[in-house]
């Protein structure tokens, strides 16, 4: 029976990792992510799990740590933000090349520089093409269902690759929502025992990690990768029913929210979903048929999911909250895009880099967004398809 609780992002997350007991946590703080750690010590000072806690002298060295706990046989975790993440990037790399199912919780948060704390997701998005699935989260709920769901995923004998649980810094990270905790032994129960088939500690099948690869076999490996990356779609949609079936709350690799008869559609990842839904029921009060796609599954991508879901808009707004820096737009504007290219009757896109740095994100921004995809439709006339929405600017504005 699902237990009620208050809880904010980060010790929802903590819980759910108590619940799991894993073998190694490596911890080195970072706002916004440190309470998930420092809560979690408070977990082993007080004999609530069995993990080996290490502490270490930097993010590099957490994930090192995580792979070598992984190497070993073991379950390993971490949690990070911003300079931090971008600090593990090169042994991120070796995490999904070694096939190491780490588990990592990023509270996520703007990059440097200039040094800002706030939430936007620079971090993760630089970490996008690093081999890790990534999955981000609307709310507290389902922060702690996604990492529920995440070992489940990773350790899967047709993927094995690390996981990282995404949720937006501060916004739920440390507010406080009402939440459906699970008991532990039934979380126990569903995300079972760690059985590596391989590992270092292994006598009967000695084998090393991390080893140079050579010409004649690299190509080969990233290949299996990419191949264990598509695996992983049909896995996370396996673990999701497996999920509702135990603990009745649906997942898959985005929401629709009111896409039924949709003309009008934002796509967007984390908490501005909520914002969006608000404006959304505005809208449909007074006639316009506007709808949202919240993108839960963002590696591996659901292009071919996505692009039926929009195949009935007339127009898409798609908001990033990272900047590309590519002079056209950002990380889910390219993707959405690419993934509709091959509609026979393809919505027009448009793509919106938004709430920077923790810039703040209203229901009138929202409705803006749907006025002028309505407009766009009505005069035929696009105008810019890729812009910034908030900042103070001499410029007029798009919306």
């Known amino acids: 029976m699902s237990i009620r609780e208050r809880l904010s992002g980060n010790e929802a997350v903590a819980t759910a990792m108590k619940q799991i007991d894993p073998d190694v946590f490596a911890a080195f703080p970072i706002t916004p992510s440190t309470e998930i750690p ?15 806690f290490v502490t270490v002298d930097s993010e590099h060295s957490s994930m090192s740590a995580c792979i070598g706990a ?13 300079a931090g993440l971008a600090y593990m990037y090169e042994v991120l790399y070796v995490a999904a090349s070694a096939r190491q199912p780490v588990t990592l919780a990023c509270v996520n948060r703007a990059l440097t520089g200039p040094i800002n704390i706030n939430c936007d997701h620079s971090d993760s998005m630089g970490a996008r093409d690093a081999g890790w699935i990534q999955i981000y989260a609307e709310n507290n709920q389902e922060a702690y269902d996604n990492y529920l769901q995440a070992m489940r995923i990773g350790e899967h004998p047709e993927v094995r690759l690390p996981v990282m649980i995404c949720q937006d810094g501060f916004i739920t990270s440390h507010g406080v929502e009402n939440i ?3 008991e532990t032994e039934a979380v126990k129960e569903f995300v079972g025992e760690y059985k590596p088939e391989n590992y270092l500690l292994k006598k009967e099948n000695p084998m090393a990690v991390g080893a140079y690869d050579v010409t004649q076999y690299y190509m080969e490996h990233k290949v299996q990768q990419a191949e264990a990356m598509k695996n992983a779609k049909q896995v996370i949609l396996d673990v999701a029913a497996d999920f509702e079936a135990k603990f009745g709350r649906k ?5 629709e929210y009111q896409m039924e008869d949709a003309e009008y559609a934002i796509v967007l990842i984390g908490s501005t979903a909520g914002t969006c839904k608000v ?17 839960r599954v963002f590696r591996p991508f659901p292009a071919e999911e996505l692009a039926q879901a929009l195949s009935k808009c007339k127009a898409v707004a798609v908001l990033d909250r990272s900047e590309g820096f590519n002079a056209c737009g950002g990380p889910l504007g390219a993707e ?9 009757n393809r919505p027009k896109i448009i793509n919106i880099v938004y709430g920077l740095g923790g810039r703040d994100c209203a229901v009138e921004d929202a409705e803006k967004i749907y006025h002028h995809l309505e407009k766009i439709v009505a005069t035929g006339v696009t105008g810019p398809v890729y812009f910034h929405m908030g900042q103070r600017d001499l410029r007029e504005e798009v919306l």
Not at 70 to 82: H, L, W
Not at 280 to 287: M, N, T
Not at 336 to 344: K, M, Q, S
């Open 279 to 295: 404006a959304i029921d505005k809208l449909r009060a007074e006639g316009h048929k506007v709808g949202l796609v919240k993108i």
């Open 180 to 182: 459906l905790l699970e």
């Open 38 to 52: 420092q809560y979690f010590a408070q977990y082993v000072a007080d004999g609530k799990v069995g993990t080996e």
């Open 251 to 255: 997942y898959g690799f985005f929401e």
């Open 70 to 82: 992984e190497s070993a046989g073991c379950r390993a975790i971490t949690a990070t933000s911003s």
């Open 336 to 344: 959405t895009r690419n993934a509709c290219y091959d509609l026979e």
